[in-house]
């Protein structure tokens, strides 16, 4: 069974350019987040969507940040302009429930923004 | 500010040994606390976790020992072996949020 897939693995891009990262979850979780990793802050929780609704976007940095789920096999996160202190690992992470069981998580979007 | 604080930040043993990593809370309200392994450029995966009602889970080599009354928790790996090396968050939460650790890389010497 396919696990969390995210894409791209890896993208190198120019300050301003926008990003987006993309993320399908595990057929049949209901639960999916954003986190941001980098060695300074750890792991972050960017947002949370539960059947498709955005519940907490509290961790969202700033307006340049956004992210839908358009359907439940589908997530995107974008950032636009990005700037060099948003590079680090993003990850999507999936689970089945609203309360916090196994998060399943996919192997991540490493983002570079010279 | 970091609502769940993990140390060591690094962490070298030998092959046999028990690497120990410790994790304190303050929020009382955490009644979910599972560890996480991750290994270089791959996603945390969950190895165990443990609710308060009970101090200690063991599951194969890996054990959670949990003390409320001090708000602490801590993953021993028994046995340790060179394919243990890889990073180890700790996590809480009361909801449908993980707090996450800074992360504690281990690495086992053979």
């Known amino acids: 069974d396919a696990g969390v897939i995210q894409s791209p693995r890896h993208e190198v891009t120019e300050m301003g350019q926008e990003v987006t990262l993309r993320c399908k979850p595990i057929s049949g979780h209901n639960s999916l987040f954003w986190y941001r990793q980098t060695m300074m802050r750890g792991l972050e929780l960017l947002i949370y969507?539960?059947?498709?609704?955005?519940?907490?976007d509290s961790g969202m940095p700033e307006d340049r940040f956004s992210a839908k789920m358009p359907n439940a096999s589908f997530s995107t996160l974008k950032i636009q302009p990005s700037e060099p202190r948003d590079s680090a690992v993003y990850f999507c992470?999936?689970?089945?429930?609203?309360?916090?069981?196994?998060?399943?998580f996919g192997e991540g979007s490493r983002l570079t923004v010279l | 500010q970091q609502q769940v604080k993990q140390s060591p930040q690094s962490l070298i043993v030998q092959k046999g040994g028990i690497p120990i990593i410790n994790c304190a809370y303050e929020?009382?309200?955490?009644?979910?606390f599972p560890w996480y392994q991750q290994f270089p450029g791959k996603g945390p995966a969950l190895l165990i976790a443990?609710?308060?009602?009970?101090s200690e889970k063991k599951e194969g080599r890996f054990t959670i020992s949990f003390n409320k009354s001090a708000k602490q928790f801590s993953l021993h790996i028994m046995d340790s072996q060179p394919g243990d090396s890889a990073t180890y968050f700790c996590?809480?939460?009361?909801?449908?949020?993980?707090?996450f650790g800074k992360g504690t890389s281990l690495l086992v010497t053979p």
């Open positions: 443990i609710r308060p009602d009970v």
């Open positions: 969507f539960n059947n498709n609704v955005p519940i907490d």
């Open positions: 929020n009382t309200a955490f009644d979910y």
């Open positions: 996590a809480a939460s009361f909801g449908y949020a993980l707090n």
């Open positions: 992470a999936s689970s089945l429930g609203f309360r916090p069981g196994e998060l399943f």
